[in-house]
């Protein structure tokens, strides 16, 4: 009798929530229903001008080497790649088998998320960054938000603690940081402390949302 009426409630809920959902595509195939002409002209106008918008973004984030997994020669060059880029994910590395890991899954990641600057530097030759940024153990992220390092991955443990984690793990360890774009859940929380990178302190940026 108890499962009957725990069955009764549950159809009810159901029938609730569907009714709704019900009410609410009505209420939207209504609203279309009175949009007039001018209406779409101006929707359409606006929609058009996003993706330009968008289109000039893109250009602009390939010509800076978006889209791409890079070395960055020299500290000289990783201050001026950060200050043209709102996001870089940056690797530091050295050549050994646990960066070679991190290179192929960055190499993935850089082609998906073009809003992003996927680059790496080899620590050893970088002295004063990684003096300046802590680095000591190698493969380190540095997530880079407006020319300020936010976070970092070091090393595997964040992402199971092994070498054979999969690309949609440092994805997702990427979208906590909010260091790029991500449409799949993620609780996005990073409460890592903040290093600036820059040379001067003047807060300009040049790859502007």
């Known amino acids: 009798m108890a499962n009957r009426?725990?069955?009764?409630?549950?159809?009810?809920?159901?029938?609730?929530?569907?009714?709704?959902?019900e009410d609410k595509l009505d209420e939207e195939i209504a609203a279309l229903d009175r949009v007039d002409d001018d209406d779409l002209e101006v929707?359409?106008?606006?929609?058009?001008?996003?993706?330009?918008?968008?289109?000039?973004?893109r250009s602009r984030w390939i010509s800076?080497?978006?889209?791409?997994?890079?070395?960055?020669?020299?500290?000289?060059?990783f201050f001026s790649a950060v200050k043209a880029s709102d996001r870089v994910v940056c690797?530091?590395?050295?050549?050994?088998?646990?960066?070679?890991?991190?290179?192929?899954?960055l190499s993935i990641l850089a082609k998906q998320h073009i809003e992003t600057r996927f680059v790496k530097i080899n620590a050893e030759k970088s002295p004063f960054l990684a003096e300046k940024l802590k680095i000591v153990v190698l493969p380190t992220l540095a997530l880079?938000?407006?020319?300020?390092?936010d976070d970092y991955v070091v090393g595997f443990d964040e992402l199971g603690g092994k070498d054979d984690f999969s690309t949609e793990i440092l994805e997702e360890r990427l979208a906590r940081a909010q260091?790029?774009?991500?449409?799949?859940?993620?609780?996005?929380?990073?409460?890592?402390?903040?290093?600036?990178?820059?040379?001067t302190s003047k807060d300009d940026s040049s790859d502007s949302e």
């Open 64 to 77: 800076l080497g978006h889209g791409e997994y890079t070395e960055i020669p020299s500290e000289k060059d």
């Open 5 to 21: 009426a725990v069955q009764e409630i549950i159809e009810q809920q159901v029938l609730t929530v569907a009714k709704a959902m």
């Open 43 to 57: 929707l359409r106008e606006r929609r058009l001008q996003q993706m330009k918008k968008m289109a000039e973004k």
């Open 179 to 199: 260091v790029i774009f991500f449409e799949g859940e993620s609780s996005i929380n990073s409460s890592a402390k903040t290093r600036s990178v820059r040379q």
């Open 91 to 105: 690797h530091f590395f050295r050549e050994n088998w646990p960066c070679k890991v991190v290179d192929k899954h």
């Open 144 to 149: 880079i938000k407006k020319a300020k390092v």
